[in-house]
C-alpha cells in the first residue's frame, strides 16, 4: 500500500482547509486510516482515525473542529479541519493499519505517507 497525502496550504486563523490521502493498493478499505501531524521541535503526535466501518477517534485538540471521512470507492481518507489555529501549523502525514482497533498509537501503524504541509497564520 502507498500513501499520498495532498492539499495542505497556508491559511489565516479560522479558515478551512481539506487535506486527502489516498491509497494504492488493494484492501485499503479494510483498513484504518489514521492522520497525524508534526509541528516544528516537537514530536509527531496523533490528530485523528477512521475505521473500515466509518468510526472515527480523535485528539481532543481538535475534537469539533476537525472531520474524517473516507471515500472508498476512491481510495481516500480526507481530514476537514475548521477554526483553523496557529497551533494547527504541522507537516500533516497519513499512515494505515492493517490490525483491528482504533489506534491511536502510531507503532501500530504499517504503512506511511509523506507528509503534506500546513501552515496557519493568525
Known amino acids: 500500500v502507498q500513501l499520498q497525502a495532498s492539499g495542505g496550504g497556508s491559511v489565516q486563523a479560522g479558515d478551512s482547509l481539506r487535506i486527502s490521502c489516498t491509497a494504492s493498493?488493494?484492501?485499503?478499505?479494510?483498513?484504518?486510516t489514521g492522520w497525524f501531524r508534526q509541528a516544528p521541535g516537537k514530536l509527531r503526535e496523533f490528530v485523528a482515525a477512521i475505521n473500515s466501518k466509518g468510526t472515527a477517534v480523535y485528539v481532543d485538540s481538535v475534537k469539533g473542529r476537525f472531520t474524517i471521512s473516507r471515500d472508498n470507492a476512491k481510495n481516500t481518507v480526507y481530514l476537514q479541519m475548521n477554526s483553523l489555529k496557529p497551533e494547527d501549523t504541522a507537516v500533516y502525514y497519513c499512515?494505515?493499519?492493517?490490525?483491528?482497533?482504533?489506534?491511536?498509537?502510531?507503532?501500530?501503524?504499517?504503512?506511511w505517507g509523506q507528509g503534506t504541509q500546513v501552515t496557519v497564520s493568525s
Open positions: 499512515a494505515a493499519a492493517t490490525t483491528y482497533g482504533l489506534h491511536i498509537d502510531q507503532s501500530e501503524y504499517d504503512y
Open positions: 493498493g488493494h484492501y485499503f478499505s479494510n483498513y484504518l
